[in-house]
């Protein structure tokens, strides 16, 4: 079902009409406004492609002659190599009074800086960290909330050539721990609380018992959360050095000079969730990132100078590091701590509305909330500056595909857009030149060769399968820190499919050339061989006004598996059998007749990570009594206890 068609008028405004018409001079190609024919090239000639997008962005930096440098090993390709640049210099690339970063708490508090003041702190900062002996390749780690501070220490760092590495507050301790201490960080930057659904939390009374353990940090610099007093005094920590954030971004005389690296130069450490073991310390690179998201930014998402760019995220998920890149576009950003839906549910998208967002990110579970309240939004906010949404985190449903544009906002382009922290980026995400279809992902990301395998390494279309990118491009992590000989790193992409990236979705190619995404394969539903992905029985389910949400998962049972529901129901609803009957009717007839749940049990929570996913092979682990190792990962980690010992699955 269509939903929504660019005008004429919107595809010639795009930054990806321009993009067009600036490779068709360069290569003497006529592309016509084809989306599927520019990503056919860019697939085709990917040394020309990645090369086109420096220039056209104008990337300050050294470029090189050499555009792809070949290897056998997937991973080991490097594309501009020897060229240099400074991550920090492209982020910083405006420096005048108007703003560049607008900071907004749950409470109502607000902040800006504008560019003059975000280019001398962030000088200041790298100059202070270098009075600290950091050096290129020293980890600098945060365990900060969404604010300013943060932004301008990720850049301070990346600025000198060191390595920037973030978790957010509401990771425990044991988190951090295991995070942070693979990594050993020379200085360790903390907020001394956040705010989150109206309740205060100490964040610095955590910090004795993470400093003991990591005992590479030297350095604690201390900031304070936006509007609240200052410290009367510092902590004092035993053999540790502190700082206020204050002293560490004082005006300085010194000048600052951007020193360039090279393109395959560590810039950021990321962590894999963590749900099946210990994070795995993913490190991307410096130029990989920059092109990568300057490409998503401007060419799938039409970020343009001036744009306000919102995303709900926290430091510990990678769209805090897409959102802060947006910068390199002339963009301003605006950041949100706290509880999404504080006292109202259309907190977000006032908050849109009052700012002028132009572009607004979500994940698909707050879309969803917000289908749940029947609100119509678009009576109360006029949203006019508004042009994109973004959605991400799991897989939007056709019903919120069609409740964005019945209830939020008619005229706007809708991207679901799916990539992850393994790649910092996307695979799969919108374009200006094509409609938008109810539950559909718009497109493949351009460079990426993203395509559907089955089981024997085949290309399938309008079949279930495995996505995989069977190109390399500059956004592949370089490794996992301490990982010997690449092992872990080659079990993770390069297991299933010799030499060819195999990211663990599992994914169908539509005759409108978009994607949609049914969930993790390591949770697709198999019994009798036959497989379906969860994210296809959540749609139905969910559609029942009785239920608030769901998790399903398959047990093994009986030399088979078995497809087992968990319910969260809402207020005044009882799971009696007339509703035990409509459920298993609606999967049968909408979803799979072998799908149908041969148990659904009534909870009172779903265990998901920090970023929101829902973890169903935590539960079906537990279901099938295999040990958790790893309940840090989790926000809610109690919330798995209610499936241990579940009487109904003994049988």
């Not at 595809?11 to 990806?16: G, P």
């Not at 964040?203 to 900031?223: A, D, G, N, Y």
């Not at 088979?560 to 005044?572: A, E, P």
């Not at 990570?609 to 990962?633: D, R």
Request: aromatic content about 12%; charged content about 25%.
């Amino acid at each position: 079902m269509r939903l929504w068609k660019p005008s004429s008028k919107t595809k010639k405004n795009s930054n990806l009409f321009k993009f067009e018409k600036f490779i068709s001079k360069r290569f003497n190609k006529n592309f016509n406004e084809n989306f599927k024919k520019i990503h056919d090239w860019s697939v085709k000639n990917q040394g020309d492609f990645w090369s086109s997008v420096w220039d056209f962005s104008k990337v300050k930096g050294i470029k090189s002659n050499t555009k792809v440098k070949k290897s056998k090993k997937f991973y080991k390709n490097t594309f501009l190599p020897n060229s240099r640049l400074n991550f920090c210099e492209n982020l910083l690339s405006k420096n005048t009074k108007e703003k560049a970063i607008t900071f907004i708490s749950e409470n109502g508090y607000r902040e800006i800086r504008n560019w003059n003041e975000l280019n001398r702190n962030v000088k200041n900062i790298s100059n202070n960290f270098k009075k600290l002996n950091i050096k290129p390749k020293d980890r600098i780690a945060a365990y900060m909330p969404n604010i300013p501070e943060t932004v301008e220490a990720f850049l301070g760092t990346v600025a000198i050539g060191a390595i920037w590495s973030s978790c957010s507050p509401d990771f425990g301790i044991n988190g951090v721990i295991e995070r942070f201490s693979q990594i050993k960080p020379k200085i360790l930057i903390v907020t001394n609380q956040y705010f989150y659904n109206g309740k205060k939390i100490n964040i610095l009374e955590r910090i004795p018992k993470i400093i003991k353990k990591i005992t590479s940090i030297k350095h604690v610099i201390i900031s304070i959360y936006p509007g609240q007093p200052v410290l009367k005094k510092l902590p004092n920590y035993k053999n540790i050095k502190t700082h206020y954030w204050n002293n560490i971004i004082k005006k300085d005389v010194l000048k600052f000079k951007f020193p360039k690296f090279d393109f395959e130069h560590d810039l950021i450490i990321l962590y894999s969730s963590g749900t099946t073991g210990k994070p795995k310390c993913i490190c991307h690179k410096n130029g990989g990132v920059l092109v990568q998201h300057l490409k998503e930014h401007q060419l799938h998402c039409d970020i343009k100078e001036n744009d306000n760019v919102f995303y709900f995220t926290t430091c510990g998920w990678m769209m805090w590091n897409w959102l802060i890149s947006v910068l390199a576009s002339k963009a301003s950003i605006v950041l949100f701590d706290g509880f999404p839906m504080y006292k109202r549910d259309d907190l977000l998208i006032k908050i849109a509305n009052k700012e002028n967002i132009t572009l607004f990110g979500v994940s698909a579970k707050y879309i969803d909330s917000l289908r749940k309240t029947k609100k119509n939004f678009k009576k109360v906010h006029k949203l006019e500056k508004l042009r994109t949404i973004c959605s991400t985190g799991s897989p939007l449903s056709s019903d919120c595909f069609k409740f964005v544009y019945k209830n939020i906002k008619k005229n706007i382009h809708l991207a679901s857009i799916s990539g992850g922290t393994d790649i910092v980026s996307c695979f799969v995400l919108g374009n200006l030149y094509q409609p938008v279809h109810a539950g559909e992902i718009q497109s493949k990301g351009l460079g990426m060769d993203v395509r559907v395998f089955n089981e024997k390494g085949k290309s399938i279309l309008n079949q279930k399968g495995e996505l995989v990118c069977t190109n390399p491009f500059p956004s592949m992590p370089s490794k996992f820190w301490n990982d010997y000989k690449d092992t872990k790193f080659k079990k993770a992409y390069f297991n299933k499919y010799r030499n060819i990236w195999h990211h663990g979705d599992y994914a169908q190619i539509t005759n409108n050339n978009g994607l949609i995404i049914s969930g993790r394969s390591d949770t697709t539903l198999n019994p009798g061989g036959v497989r379906l992905g969860t994210a296809e029985i959540y749609s139905e389910v969910e559609r029942f006004k009785e239920i608030k949400e769901s998790l399903v998962v398959g047990q093994s049972w009986d030399n088979d598996v078995r497809i087992i529901l968990f319910v969260i129901l809402n207020s005044k609803y009882q799971l009696d059998n007339n509703l035990l009957k409509k459920l298993k009717l609606q999967i049968r007839k909408n979803a799979s007749p072998r799908h149908v749940p041969r148990k659904i049990i009534q909870i009172h929570d779903i265990p998901r990570t920090k970023s929101g996913k829902i973890v169903e092979l935590a539960v079906k682990n537990i279901i099938e009594g295999n040990e958790i190792k790893n309940k840090e990962a989790l926000a809610n980690p109690e919330s798995l206890s209610q499936f241990k010992n579940i009487k109904e699955l003994q049988y």
